[in-house]
């Protein structure tokens, strides 16, 4: 099979640069969640949720109130994105286990885990409601969920124009770009799910962001993918993608006063409590 075209100018996806796209805004949502639950408690079992580079687990880590003798499981269907999270907890000696699993296939036991945590993970679930209902099933009976996905990303339509701009208006857009897991669907999943009694919170973060252009190019790389693949074209537009996402950012992220940018952004938070 022929090796897919990527642009000369495209960014490799791993965990180092995710982080830097998420600009350390996964994290704060991460700390907000934990205040939102009851104190984790000494031996709790804990799943982090399409863990990535694995803001929850360290959040959670670092918590001066988490007991030194919890458990982590963190899965992730993508292997590059968590390999950094392993070769840590492997490194030093941390109480976390990584596994390469999809979360709409989780083969996690049933009635295991006192807390599960997906941050910003269930958009990219191909089958979400058979997500949550797996989380349902490896919660232990008055065990926790939390699940969050972004309400407002002030950059989104910033994206979809420039994938207009330089593709077309009538060309396919990106997956990433579609807002496929808003509020309303998340709460329509979840009840598909049998989840009842599930509390939403609003909550919001600051992306953090060094360079825009550098920013931008991460973006373009991550999210602009077009559903067919990447094409020669793309290439070819690249710069012109770049520009006009670097000019857009300008009126989004003010200065933070430290030589780089922030944005806003909101988050909705749904808790949930297994019948005990
Ligand atoms: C925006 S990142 C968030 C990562 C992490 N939870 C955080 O808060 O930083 C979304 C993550 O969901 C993972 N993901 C997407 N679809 C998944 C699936 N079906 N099963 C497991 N993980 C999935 C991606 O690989 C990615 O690591």
Redesign the pocket.
């Known amino acids: 099979m022929a090796t897919p075209f990527t642009p000369k100018q495209a960014h490799k996806f791993d965990g180092a640069l995710?982080?830097k796209l998420?600009g350390n805004v996964?994290?704060q949502?991460?700390r907000q969640i934990l205040e939102l639950i009851p104190p984790i408690a000494p031996t709790s079992k804990i799943h982090?949720?399409?863990?990535?580079?694995?803001?929850?687990t360290n959040e959670i880590l670092a918590s001066p109130s988490t007991p030194k003798d919890i458990q982590i499981t963190a899965?992730?269907?993508?292997a590059a994105?968590?390999t950094p999270l392993a070769e840590r907890a492997e490194k030093e000696k941390l109480p976390v286990e990584v596994k390469q699993?999809?979360?709409?296939e989780l083969t996690l036991p049933d009635a295991t885990f006192d807390l599960s945590?997906?941050?910003?993970?269930f958009?990219?679930?191909?089958e979400p409601v058979k997500?949550a209902a797996h989380i349902k099933r490896i919660l232990k009976p008055g065990g926790r969920a939390a699940v969050?996905v972004w309400d407002d990303i002030p950059w989104r339509e910033l994206l979809v124009e420039t994938h207009r701009k330089v593709r077309g208006a009538d060309a396919p857009p990106p997956p990433f770009l579609i807002d496929n897991c808003p509020t309303e669907r998340l709460r329509d999943i979840l009840k598909e799910a049998g989840w009842q009694g599930v509390e939403y919170v609003t909550r919001s973060g600051w992306l953090s962001v060094e360079d825009l252009r550098e920013w931008a190019s991460l973006a373009w790389s991550f999210l602009g993918h077009p559903p067919g693949g990447w094409t020669p074209k793309d290439e070819e537009v690249w710069d012109e993608a770049i520009e006009i996402i670097v000019k857009g950012l300008d009126g989004i992220c003010v200065e933070d006063g430290a030589g780089g940018w922030k944005c806003e952004m909101f988050a909705t938070v749904a808790v949930w409590a297994k019948e005990a």
Do not use: R
């Open positions: 995710l982080a998420q996964s994290e949502i991460a982090d949720n399409g863990c990535g580079y694995g803001s929850v899965t992730d269907i993508n994105l968590f699993m999809d979360a709409c945590i997906s941050n910003f993970c958009p990219g679930f191909k997500g969050t």
